[in-house]
């Protein structure tokens, strides 16, 4: 029941970043190639980089290890199903 307040919650959190954002400031996915702010939100944290992000971006990362079998595709269903 949490779930959809949750997503929404988050929605309204990478509106605000972009929108808060200098365009001076933004990161540009090589994958991609959209320009976001440099968040957790969008990057997943990796300390071994200067900036302390990602080089691509979360839904990028995600495509690419399902594509090359790393991880399942899930959609949220086979959770909600999981808990019924």
């Known amino acids: 029941m949490d779930e959809i307040p949750r997503k929404i919650a988050l929605a309204a959190a990478k509106i605000n970043a972009e929108v808060d954002t200098p365009k001076s400031k933004l990161i540009k996915c090589p994958h991609c190639e ?22 691509l971006c979360k839904e990028c990362d995600r495509a690419i290890r399902v594509k090359n079998g790393k991880v399942k595709e899930y959609d949220g269903r086979e959770k909600a199903a999981q808990m019924s």
């Open 34 to 55: 959209r320009l976001l702010p440099p968040s957790t939100l969008f990057f997943s944290q990796n300390k071994a980089r200067p900036s302390g992000l990602a080089r």
